[in-house]
C-alpha cells in the first residue's frame, strides 16, 4: 500500500495525564513541546482554571501561540435525557460549556449519552430530534456538539446508534466522536466504519486495548498505548483515510501506571507509538 505523508494530525486528550495533576496551562506546553498538534481539555479542569482567576480568552491565546488547535472539549451536559426539567438543566449546561469552549477557540464539544450510561432503551429518534435541538442551541456559539457513543453505556454504545441518530437529525453540523475502545468494548466491529463517509467523524480517539481483561469487563483504565494491544489499529487508519477522512487522531488514555510516569514521558511516548501505528498502516 502507497505511503500517505502524515495522513493524519495528532491531538492530545488530557485524560492521558490527568493523574499528574499538573493544571490545563503546563499541560497545554508539554502537548505542544512534545509535538501534538491539538489538544482535548475538559470542562472540569476549565472550570478549575477559571476558578482559580484565570481567563478562559487568555488561555485559548496560550493554546494558540503554542500552535495548537482546540479540535474538542469533553463535556457531560444531560442533553437528552427523558425527565423535561432535567433536560432543561442539561441544555442550559450545555450553553455553559458551549460558551467556555467558543472562549478558548474549540471547534467543538463532546454531546455523550450522559444520563443513560445505567438506562437501556433509547428512543432513538427521540434522540435525534434532541441532538438537532442541541446543534440549533450551539450554532449561537459556533461550536459543534459532537455525537458521542459509549461502549460501557447501556444507551448509545455502538456506532450504528449513534451513525442513525447523527443521519436522523438532519442537520448540517451532524457529526460523531468515535473511539477504538468503545467501539470495542459496546461489541461493535471496527469493520462498518467504512459505511461512514468523510464528513460523519469530527474527531477520532484512539487508543489500544489488552486480550485481558475480556471485552465484557475491559475498563477505561485498562487503555493502552497504541500497539501495546490488540486493536485492529492499521485497518482501522487505512479505512478512516479510504472513506477520507482528514481529521485528527487524539490520544485518549486513563492507565492508572501512565499516570505515575513522568508527564513529559508518557506524552512523547504515545504520539511516537502513534505514529509509528500509522506509519505501518500504510507501508
Not at 482559580?52 to 487568555?58: A, F, H, R, T, V
Not at 500552535?67 to 437528552?80: A, D, E, M, Q, R
Not at 467556555?100 to 454531546?111: D, P, V, W, Y
Not at 455502538?158 to 466522536?177: K, M, N, T
Request: aromatic residues 10%; hydrophobic residues 40%; proline residues 5%.
Amino acid at each position: 500500500m502507497s505511503s500517505p505523508s502524515e495522513p493524519f494530525e495528532y491531538s492530545l486528550n488530557s485524560s492521558t495525564i490527568r493523574g499528574q495533576e499538573l493544571g490545563i496551562e503546563k499541560v497545554i506546553e508539554l502537548a505542544a513541546e512534545a509535538g501534538y498538534k491539538g489538544i482535548e481539555p475538559w470542562i472540569n479542569e476549565l472550570d478549575a482554571f477559571t476558578d482559580s482567576g484565570g481567563s478562559l480568552e487568555d488561555l485559548g491565546k496560550r493554546i494558540a501561540d503554542a500552535g495548537l488547535k482546540v479540535p474538542n472539549v469533553i463535556g457531560f451536559p444531560k442533553w437528552s435525557v427523558e425527565d423535561d426539567e432535567e433536560r432543561a438543566a442539561g441544555i442550559e449546561e450545555a450553553r455553559r460549556n458551549l460558551d467556555m469552549s467558543q472562549k478558548i477557540g474549540a471547534e467543538r464539544l463532546a454531546a455523550a449519552p450522559m444520563g443513560y450510561q445505567d438506562k437501556p432503551g433509547l428512543n432513538l429518534d427521540r434522540a435525534a430530534e434532541r441532538y438537532r435541538a442541541l446543534l440549533d442551541v450551539a450554532q449561537d456559539y459556533g461550536v459543534v456538539p459532537m455525537l458521542e457513543f459509549w461502549g460501557f453505556s447501556k444507551s448509545l454504545y455502538r456506532f450504528g446508534e449513534a451513525l442513525y441518530i447523527a443521519s436522523e437529525a438532519e442537520h448540517p453540523d451532524a457529526c460523531i466522536l468515535a473511539d477504538v475502545y468503545h467501539i470495542y468494548k459496546g461489541g461493535g466491529s471496527h469493520t462498518s466504519l467504512r459505511l461512514a463517509g468523510a464528513e460523519t467523524f469530527g474527531l477520532f480517539h484512539v487508543n489500544d486495548y489488552p486480550a485481558d481483561p475480556p471485552r465484557e469487563t475491559i475498563a477505561d483504565a485498562d487503555r493502552v498505548y497504541p500497539g501495546d494491544g490488540i486493536a485492529p489499529l492499521a485497518e482501522i487508519f487505512q479505512t478512516l483515510h479510504k472513506i477520507g477522512y482528514r481529521g485528527m487522531l487524539s490520544l485518549e488514555l486513563f492507565n492508572e501506571s501512565y499516570w505515575e510516569q513522568e508527564a513529559s514521558h508518557v506524552l512523547e511516548t504515545g504520539l511516537k507509538k502513534l505514529r509509528e501505528q500509522v506509519q505501518a498502516a500504510f507501508e
